[in-house]
Every structure is written in C-alpha cells, then in structure tokens.
C-alpha cells in the first residue's frame, strides 16, 4: 500500500503528464496511424506503420507502444513479432471512415484550443479570451476573431460537428419535439444538428440560422449524403446577424452550445429577440454541458467553462442560472433534462 504522500504525488504527475497524452492523440490522428490499421487486412508491425507512415522507426516504436498503454491499440504477438491493431476506442471514434470519427474535433484542439490553452493564467488574469496573445488577432467581435480565415472556418465547422454523430440523438430526444413542426436551429453552423433533427422528426422543417459566411461555407463543404436526401429538402438556411436581424417565425428555436459563447447580457438580448419571433406556444430548446445546481462540477463541465473563458465571451451554467435568462425573456416553465452524455438539454415554452 502506498502512502498517502505517494498517492499525492501520483496524482500530481498524472496531472502534469495530462497535456502529454492528448499530444499523443494528437499525433496519432495527424499521422494517420489509426486509419493506416484500419485499412490494413491485418496487425502491422512497427517497422510496416513506419514505413507506411514514412515516419521514423524509432519514434513510431514510442508512439506505438505509448498508445498501447492509452489503449487506443491493441498489441498482438504473432511468432515473437509485434503488431498492432486498433482498440474498439481507436476504431470507433479515431478512424475517419467511422461514423461516429471524432477526430476533426482533435485537430481543431491540437491547432487552435490548445494554443489558447497556453495562456490560461492570463485569460484568468484579464478575464477575457486570448485570440490576441494566441494568434494576433483582435477579438472585439468574437466569430471575426474564430473565423479569421477561410481554413479556420472549415476547420471550427468541421471539428463542431463531430460531436453530434454521438450527442445528437441524446440531446433531439430528451423531449418529445414532434409537436414543432418549424425549428430554426440558431447559430446551427455546418447544420449537422440540423440533419439530426430532420431524420429524427419527419414531420418537422428546419431552418439553419447563422452568418453569411458560415452559411455559404456549409453549402459549398457540407453536403448532404446520399442517404439523407429526404431530410435535406426539409431543410433551409437563413442568413444573418441574430443580434440584429429579425430571425424566421417558428415553433422551436434550437440554442446548441451558443448561448455558452456569450455574457449574460448578450443571451439575454438574444432570448428577447427569439421570443419576439416564436410563435404562440412554441418553445426553446437550449443544449449545453450542464453545471451541477451547486455550480462545482462535473469536472469536464468546468473545463468547459475555462474553454469558454480562453476561446468566447461566455462561460458554461447551471440549469438554474439558464432558467433565469430565460424568464425575463418571456419563457416560462424551463424544464431540463440530463442525458448522461456531454450534453443536456432544457425545453422552455412561450
Ligand atoms: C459554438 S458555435 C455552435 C454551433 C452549433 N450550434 C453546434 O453546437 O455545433 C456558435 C454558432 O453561432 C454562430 N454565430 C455566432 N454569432 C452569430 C451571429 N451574430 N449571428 C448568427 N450566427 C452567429 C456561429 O457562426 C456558430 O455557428
């Protein structure tokens, strides 16, 4: 039994070591490693990933071996030969050709959240996110700083919509939204939700409510596949502000991690400008990680909300404290619903 010294000290190093594993995940995913032994009819040794991946045998051997130790591969011993193969991890969730392949979002951590992620005791100094200290750009208006080239863009709406392939279901069915049959998803990016939604609920129409450019982004790089061509002509795009442009009038106004993006006084605003389009009787449905009541966890929820202070202008919340912006905007009866995933939900009606 170690002591209670010794487990400090283990903690301590699993801590500081956290950045090392992602920077692992990282690599492998940029390397191609897990969509190598995917492809491959069966394990590759080392030396065959090395020569694959045109990366050296030295390095490889860590990297592979580290991985083994994450479980992100399997090790197998075939006539005293090494070789790897995928985990159930690494093949559902690390292979592009997955369904559920997460790992648009890992790029868009390793290049962009990570590097905001360098100047965290500063944000926590001034409060405020770090796109100037990161990258040199200005972040007055908050999306010029995260859309600050066509690349970026792609990239932010690429890695976004990754989540939804696992969190989409959960979050569209924590209430019956069958009843709405017109649903704008506001700042509903590539419209992946969007997808989601329409597939879920035939009766419904969705409208996908974002800038311009995201807009046009998500025409030009987000394409319908061939299999949801039936729900693509339930769906439209508006293109706009919503701080300022009137939105389309309609039942359910969906808020999907937007809300987070931004200052009490700004969602406020924002809510007021939704209710003045929702029909009589409609509602919002706002998706978001969830804070306990008590505002003390869960743990990725906190981090979340350092996220959120690194990289926007708002913070993650409580169900109460999302109840209590809703209100005064004129939605009554907030009802909130944990899914168990990463993210929640709460239905408020008009
Ligand atoms: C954090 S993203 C969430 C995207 C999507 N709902 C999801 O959960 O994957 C916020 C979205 O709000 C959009 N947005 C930000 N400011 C906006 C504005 N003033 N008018 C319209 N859309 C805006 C962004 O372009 C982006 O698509």
Redesign the pocket.
């Known amino acids: 039994m170690s002591s209670p010294e010794a487990q400090a000290y283990r903690l301590l190093t699993e801590y500081t070591n956290g950045f090392m594993v992602s920077q692992v995940l990282f690599a492998a995913c940029e390397l191609g490693l897990f969509d190598l032994l995917s492809e491959a009819p069966e394990p590759l040794g080392s030396a065959a990933v090395a020569a694959r991946l045109g990366t050296s045998s030295h390095g490889t051997r860590l990297l592979l071996d580290t991985c083994v130790s994450l479980k992100l591969l399997q090790l197998e011993s075939r006539g005293g030969q090494a070789s790897y193969r995928n985990t159930e991890l690494s093949g559902t969730y690390l292979v592009r050709a997955s369904p559920k392949c997460q790992v648009n979002m890992l790029a868009y951590l390793a290049r962009t959240t990570y590097r905001c992620w360098g100047h965290l005791a500063q944000a926590v100094r001034d409060g405020k996110n770090q796109y100037q200290e990161a990258f040199g750009v200005a972040s007055d208006e908050?999306?010029t700083a995260?859309?600050r080239s066509d690349g970026e863009r792609v990239q932010?709406?690429r890695g976004?919509?990754d989540?939804?392939s696992v969190s989409g279901r959960p979050v569209l069915t924590a209430f019956d939204l069958s009843p709405f049959r017109l649903i704008c998803?506001?700042?509903?990016?590539?419209g992946?939700?969007a997808k989601q939604c329409a597939a879920l609920y035939p009766g419904c129409r969705v409208t996908v409510?974002?800038?311009p450019d995201?807009v046009r982004t998500a025409k030009e790089h987000f394409g319908s596949r061939e299999e949801e061509e039936e729900e693509e002509e339930r769906i439209g795009f508006w293109e706009?502000?919503?701080?300022?442009?009137p939105l389309p009038e309609a039942d359910l106004y969906?808020?999907?991690?937007?809300l987070?993006?931004w200052s009490d006084e700004r969602c406020s605003h924002l809510l007021t400008c939704i209710h003045g389009a929702c029909r009589p009787g409609g509602g919002v449905l706002v998706?978001e990680s969830l804070l306990d009541a008590d505002g003390r966890g869960p743990l990725t929820t906190q981090l979340y909300s350092l996220n959120m202070l690194v990289q926007?202008e708002g913070r993650e919340r409580t169900p109460a404290q999302y109840a209590a912006l809703l209100a005064p905007a004129g939605f009554r009866d907030a009802r909130c619903r944990r899914t168990g995933g990463l993210y929640d939900a709460i239905l408020a009606r008009k």
Do not use: E, N, P
């Open positions: 908050l999306f995260i859309y932010f709406m976004l919509q989540v939804w998803d506001v700042g509903g990016c590539s992946a939700l409510c974002d800038t995201v706009g502000d919503f701080f300022k442009d969906i808020l999907a991690r937007v987070h993006d998706i926007t």
